[in-house]
């Protein structure tokens, strides 16, 4: 029987990311059955897979850590004890399982070499028995002379290690896919791969997150004050801030599709640093209470209010996988946030947020490649996106042109040069003074087919629009323009 596995099982196991396996899919290299690829076509493709060598995925991975610090730093490498000894039951269990269908199928086999050998005593004896004899003895001779470290059983043994650290989690109706790592909760970890559950508390008081599991093991890692019915309880639901994943899971949930779905949140949040760039620019690092993160699609805006009572709509800068490490790039002008911000404002003061607004998002199931144009200050929502994009792993390929009127004017140039020297799908172009038109030309040079990719441009509107107008004159659909100004 083929043994299938699911995109995000196969992909972790390969060590490369799923948008790379999505890439040999459409190219007709690897063959899925129902959405899953079987493990024989996965070794082919990838032919060196070892427990020690995780490749492109445990790059992207760190990336994405560094990317955003995590609400939930510490230990998250190792699941709890109980997780692991869980596993572990479940793994042996499964293992006696296949013995015991090994150990019948060997039974069977002895038995019918026992018939066919009587069948053969039989005179005169059929000659097609002494045929089917000979076959069998030739075939157990060589299953039995078979090294025993080939490709598939280095893939097992993996396998069986990840399952250990770590469980992968289905949604219903959504069939997104994800994995539980460490001591991380259903929910944290959904969150971290870009999924957005319905949450609130992140603590056990609300109930928001309340999700119903369909299949698998849990393991409750929380006490919650959160009251389910009994009834609520009899059908599977738990709260997935609570629980832990301890084998595969299947949970049904609702997923927030669009910004429409996402509630309007007002959250008293705290200035965590501020980091000046240069004179004229400040990183605005803000940090929500533990029990109310934001929840936001990568792109959106907010509206800040300093303790002085001035207050701007900027667009978030950091990825929606950490809605409580808040990222906002600020520059110094004549409106009173920007001078109350550099001249009054300090770390551990209060400061209002509401929102998300705005639709310069991702399309999330478009999977062409993606071109980010960040004209000056627009690199703030870009960043978001394409650390979105690289958590829902599904774009092929993605291009960032930002061009600045300075030299120096690059301030997130470290994050920039970080994936393009890890992601052999990502690739950066600094500009400095670039109009409408250069950028336009270097697209053209640069794309094989300049209207089958994706635009996300974010800038000031006059060089946006320029921008836009060029695309659309170039032959690109506007369905796939999407542009925020920022002014
Ligand atoms: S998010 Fe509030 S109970 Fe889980």
């Keep these: 029987m083929t043994q299938l596995l699911s995109l995000s099982r196969a992909a972790r196991l390969a060590g490369v990311t799923r948008a790379d396996l999505q890439r ?13 690829v079987a493990v024989s076509d996965l070794l082919r493709v990838y032919p060196s897979v070892s427990l020690e060598k995780t490749g492109m995925l445990e790059q992207v991975e760190r990336i994405k850590a560094d990317a955003v610090p995590r609400s939930y730093d510490g230990d998250t490498t190792l699941p709890s004890p109980e997780v692991l000894v869980s596993r572990i039951k479940s793994l042996s269990e499964l293992l006696v399982q ?15 070499r026992r018939r066919l050998v009587d069948l053969n005593a039989a005179t005169p004896p059929p000659e097609t028995v002494a045929g089917l004899l000979d076959w069998l003895d030739e075939r157990r001779a060589e299953i039995a002379s078979r090294p025993v470290d080939d490709g598939r059983t280095r893939l097992f043994a993996k396998d069986t290690f990840l399952r250990i650290m770590s469980a992968s989690v289905k949604m219903i109706p959504s069939g997104h896919e994800f994995f539980v790592d460490g001591t991380e909760s259903i929910l944290e970890a959904a969150v971290r791969s870009g999924l957005r559950l319905s949450y609130g508390c992140s603590s056990g008081n609300c109930g928001a997150c309340k999700a119903r599991i369909v299949s698998g093991e849990i393991w409750k890692i929380r006490e919650h004050d959160y009251v389910l019915s009994e009834r609520e309880k009899q059908m599977g639901y738990v709260l997935t801030c609570c629980n832990t994943a301890v084998t595969d899971v299947v949970v049904e949930a609702a997923e927030a599709r669009s910004v429409d779905d996402l509630p309007e949140q007002e959250i008293r949040a705290q200035i965590r640093k501020l980091e000046p760039e240069s004179d004229a620019l400040m990183l605005l690092h803000v940090q929500t209470p533990r029990t109310q993160t934001l929840r936001f699609m990568a792109g959106q805006r907010v509206r800040l209010t ?5 207050s701007a709509e900027l667009p978030i800068a950091s990825c929606p996988c950490n809605g409580r490490n808040l990222l906002f790039s600020v520059r110094r002008g004549e409106d009173a946030f920007s001078r109350d911000l550099f001249e009054q404002a300090s770390a551990r003061q209060m400061i209002g947020l509401i929102g998300p607004y705005g639709d310069f998002v991702l399309h999330e199931d478009a999977t062409e490649p993606a071109v980010f144009i960040a004209l000056g200050d627009g690199i703030a929502p870009v960043k978001s996106l394409i650390e979105h994009a690289i958590s829902i792993d599904t774009i092929e390929a993605f291009h960032l042109y930002w061009s600045v009127t300075q030299p120096d004017g690059q301030h997130f140039q470290r994050w920039c040069r970080a994936l393009k020297e890890t992601l052999d799908n990502f690739a950066f172009t600094p500009l400095v003074g670039a109009g409408a038109g250069d950028v336009l030309t270097l697209l053209r040079a640069d794309l094989p087919r300049i209207d089958a990719a994706r635009y996300y441009m974010a800038g000031p509107s006059a060089e946006a629009t320029a921008v836009r107008d060029g695309l659309l004159g170039a032959g690109v659909a506007e369905e796939r323009i999407r542009v925020q100004w920022v002014d």
């Design 24 to 36: 040999r899919i459409r190219r007709g290299e690897i063959q899925t059955f129902e959405g899953e």
């Design 98 to 112: 296949k013995i015991a269908v090994v150990d019948a199928q060997e039974e069977l086999l002895r038995e019918l």
């Design 306 to 310: 300093l303790e002085t009572g001035a």
